[in-house]
């Protein structure tokens, strides 16, 4: 039977395509669909007989595996056990979009050990998900050892028969393939490095120890390390105890602090109102060993940052202002609403660092 081509507008895919394409891959046919990355060869998951016609296209024998894609991360849980903690953020900031995650234990069996799954941005691809209703098997368009199918013409010549149904949805716009990541026993492992960098990754899933340091450490550096901790988890979509799992470590000094010091009465008070607490929080001072420990130190003000530098000259590559540049001053002394405001310009810089994080691929 001769391929089918199906024109199908990106910004406003064709129902009728769609469910065309879609009954084809639950009947056990092949389509040919765009993603944001390159073309890939689609088969329903499930359809014993479709992934057989997918192995013969592609000649990959059954211990090789096929990336899944899937219409959202609920649907990538339902075919996992457990999701690893370091996958949960990359799956929060990068699905949907250019990124494979290989995850060691499934329910299912794409082929070989693990399964790579994905969440396309492409809207022809998420369309034609949400249509099947179920995960579909998506190896890029192209025969072994050549690049892949960037476009609908590149898929017909590549393969002038064996597919059902291709969805032609113009060029991809992004023309290579996924990144690719290993999440397994705690740790990550990049196995092919595309629009998402090995940068953005390490940014978002390898933690640093923060030193937040201010004079007295009853008020700013320890509202930074309530509102950072909670910031984090909420960026992250992890629990406080799986960001301590991901490396992250929020600690909090003063260059004139006693030991062993409550947080103020008026930093309690607003922490509260900000569902905070700094109830078991005791004043430190700076030492050496905390330096050593941290990977970045934050400084309220410019006599902090001076303190540090003249104190401990081997932090000066590691030590900023928080709020760059940009103090934050003590509101000790002050009315409520000062603290009020403290909080929030603490919170406003701590929201710059937990952003999506963007980088650049190295080389």
């Given at each position: 039977m001769?391929t089918?081509v199906?024109?199908?507008?990106?910004?406003s895919?064709?129902?009728?395509a769609?469910a065309?394409?879609?009954r084809?891959l639950?009947?056990?046919g092949?389509?040919?669909?765009?993603t944001?990355?390159?073309?890939?060869?689609?088969?329903?998951?499930e359809?014993?007989?479709?992934?057989?016609?997918?192995r013969?296209l592609?000649?990959?024998?059954?211990?090789e595996?096929?990336?899944?894609?899937?219409e959202?991360?609920a649907g990538a849980?339902?075919?996992?056990?457990?999701?690893?903690?370091?996958?949960?953020?990359?799956?929060?900031h990068?699905?949907p979009g250019?990124?494979?995650?290989?995850?060691?234990?499934?329910?299912?069996?794409?082929?070989?050990?693990?399964?790579?799954?994905?969440?396309?941005?492409h809207?022809?691809a998420?369309?034609?998900?949400?249509?099947?209703?179920?995960?579909?098997?998506?190896?890029?368009a192209?025969?072994?050892?050549?690049e892949?199918?960037?476009?609908?013409?590149?898929?017909?010549?590549?393969?002038p028969a064996?597919?059902?149904?291709?969805l032609?949805?113009g060029?991809?716009?992004?023309?290579e393939?996924s990144?690719?990541?290993?999440?397994a026993?705690?740790g990550?492992?990049?196995?092919?490095?595309?629009?998402?960098?090995?940068?953005?990754?390490?940014?978002?899933?390898?933690?640093?120890?923060?030193?937040?340091?201010?004079?007295?450490?009853?008020?700013?550096?320890p509202?930074?390390?309530?509102l950072?901790?909670?910031?984090?988890?909420?960026?992250l979509?992890?629990?406080?105890?799986?960001l301590?799992?991901?490396?992250?470590?929020?600690?909090?000094a003063?260059?004139?602090?006693?030991?062993g010091r409550?947080?103020?009465?008026?930093?309690?008070?607003?922490?509260?109102?900000?569902?905070?607490?700094l109830?078991?929080?005791?004043?430190?001072?700076?030492t050496r060993?905390?330096?050593?420990?941290?990977?970045?130190?934050?400084?309220?003000s410019r006599?902090?940052?001076?303190y540090?530098?003249?104190?401990?000259?081997?932090?000066?590559?590691?030590?900023?202002l928080?709020?760059?540049?940009d103090?934050?001053?003590?509101?000790?002394?002050?009315?409520?609403?000062?603290?009020r405001?403290?909080?929030?310009a603490?919170?406003?810089a701590l929201e710059?660092?937990w952003?999506?994080?963007?980088?650049?691929?190295a080389g």
């Open positions: 001769a089918e199906l024109s199908v507008s990106p910004g895919p064709a129902q009728e769609i065309r394409a879609a084809a639950r009947d056990g092949i389509v040919a669909v765009p944001e990355t390159v073309y890939g060869i689609a088969a329903c998951l359809h014993e007989g479709g992934m057989r016609r997918l013969a592609k000649t990959r024998p059954r211990e595996p096929f990336a899944v894609q899937v959202d991360a849980c339902r075919l996992l056990g457990a999701v690893p903690v370091r996958a949960r953020p990359l799956m929060k990068f699905w250019p990124l494979t995650i290989v995850f060691p234990e499934a329910r299912v069996s794409a082929g070989g050990a693990g399964l790579g799954i994905r969440v396309p941005a809207p022809v998420r369309a034609l998900l949400h249509a099947c209703g179920t995960a579909l098997a998506v190896p890029s192209n025969p072994r050892g050549a892949p199918a960037v476009d609908a013409a590149q898929v017909l010549r590549y393969f064996g597919i059902d149904i291709v032609d949805g060029p991809a716009s992004i023309k393939p990144t690719v990541v290993e999440c026993g705690g990550w492992r990049l196995l092919r490095e595309g629009l998402i960098s090995r940068d953005m990754i390490e940014r978002l899933i390898s933690g640093k120890a923060y030193l937040f340091v201010c004079e007295g450490n009853t008020c700013r550096s509202m930074a390390v309530a950072a901790t909670a910031l984090a988890t909420a960026h979509g992890v629990s406080a105890e799986e301590a799992q991901l490396g992250f470590r929020f600690l909090s003063g260059t004139h602090a006693g030991s409550q947080a103020s009465i008026p930093a309690c008070g607003v922490a509260r109102e900000l569902g905070l607490s109830a078991e929080h005791r004043t430190h001072t700076v060993a905390l330096i050593k420990e941290a990977d970045i130190v934050l400084c309220m006599a902090e940052l001076r540090v530098a003249d104190q401990y000259p081997e932090a000066e590559d590691k030590a900023r928080l709020a760059a540049p103090e934050i001053d003590d509101p000790a002394g002050g009315n409520r609403e000062a603290y405001e403290t909080a929030a603490i919170r406003a710059k660092i952003k999506p994080a963007r980088g650049t691929r």
